[in-house]
């Protein structure tokens, strides 16, 4: 009688399997990443190329582009845009012109409180937590300029004409497609208060002048929220080309108690009357930011962009001769 002998693998067979299987993984993972991180990275395009879409549209119903912020807290560039991103239910809803309606008002919170994907980068992790009402943070900023947050409007407390001036470190504001309107409700109530500027003012040209760009949601701990890229919010909703993208000096915001410091998170520090509100763009992407011009192009600036490149983009109307990268 012939037995047939039945094959097996060895233990060594099986080890060396199982080892090169994690080796197939190992390598496999990276590009599985790389892959998603590609397509999260042309969604966040996609998302830039439509605000800035929603922002031609509305320039031509009003003739300029809508204000940056309303003091700190009576409605932002992004409640003003909804209704051009598919959005008009929750424009409609949104409360303008009245003192106790702010952003975190009773009645603006059935606006606030939504995450709108079109204003979220998938690269970044969304944040909705308890403090703050749930209010939430998205991840595109508007171009405030080359110098501060408050200037020129609010530099050593005065409302300033918008006129060359040296103000930040010695820097020549070079104008801005949008600004903060006044501090409190009753100062941008005042005739001419609002500053809002139409295409026709950029004269360093449209595909030469930065209009958004991305910015990373600022995390919560056990006691507060950081209020970075909290876009209801006129502190939140902007960004300045002071610093470079994703700049290792930390983002400036108007008290220590507005930052969070956790890991992967930016540095961040309080104002003082040496330094400013100053916000950079920053992303989760590898090497740089994505930022829509004014022309409505989209576009990948590398962190290592040359200062002064950089901060001429951010004028309307520097009159530096620059190249876009």
Same mark, same amino acid.
């Given at each position: 009688m012939i037995r047939l002998r039945r094959s097996a693998f060895t233990l060594v067979e099986l080890l060396v399997v199982i080892a090169i299987i994690g080796v197939l993984v190992g390598l496999l993972l990276p590009a599985v990443q790389s892959a998603r991180e590609a397509a999260r990275r042309m969604q966040c395009s996609n998302n830039l190329k439509q605000i800035g879409l929603a922002m031609h549209l509305y320039h031509d119903a009003y003739r300029t582009l809508p204000v940056g912020a309303w003091g700190c807290c009576w409605g932002t560039w992004q409640a003003s845009v909804l209704g051009f991103v598919e959005q008009r239910a929750l424009g409609d809803m949104y409360i303008w012109g009245v003192d106790a309606e702010r952003y975190g008002g009773t009645l603006n919170l059935r606006v606030t409180t939504k995450r709108l994907p079109t204003f979220t980068c998938p690269s970044d992790t969304p944040w909705t937590g308890t403090r703050n009402s749930g209010i939430t943070s998205h991840n595109y900023l508007a171009n405030f300029g080359n110098t501060g947050y408050l200037w020129p409007t609010e530099a050593n407390g005065q409302n300033i004409e918008r006129v060359v001036i040296n103000n %930040?470190?010695?820097?020549? =504001? /070079? /104008?801005?497609?949008? &600004?903060?309107? /006044?501090?409190?409700?009753?100062?941008? @109530?005042?005739?001419?208060?609002?500053?809002? =500027?139409?295409?026709?003012?950029?004269?360093?040209?449209?595909?030469?002048?930065? %209009?958004?760009? &991305?910015?990373? @949601?600022?995390? &919560?701990?056990?006691?507060?929220?950081?209020?970075?890229?909290?876009?209801?919010?006129g502190n939140g909703s902007n960004f300045n080309t002071y610093l470079t993208p994703n700049s290792s000096q930390p983002d400036v915001m108007a008290d220590a108690g507005q930052c969070v410091t956790a890991p992967n998170v930016p540095p961040c520090t309080g104002s003082t009357s040496a330094r400013p509100i100053t916000f950079a763009a920053r992303s989760r992407h590898t090497g740089g930011v994505q930022a829509a011009m004014a022309d409505g192009s989209v576009s990948f600036f590398s962190n290592n962009i040359d200062w002064a490149t950089w901060q001429a983009l951010g004028t309307t109307r520097g009159g530096e001769v620059v190249n876009v990268p």
């Open positions: %930040m470190f010695g820097l020549v =504001y /070079g /104008g801005a497609p949008f &600004e903060r309107t /006044g501090h409190s409700f009753v100062s941008f @109530q005042r005739p001419g208060a609002a500053r809002a =500027y139409a295409f026709g003012t950029f004269t360093d040209g449209l595909s030469n002048t930065l %209009m958004l760009s &991305e910015g990373i @949601q600022g995390p &919560e701990d056990a006691t507060r929220r950081d209020l970075r890229s909290f876009s209801w919010f």
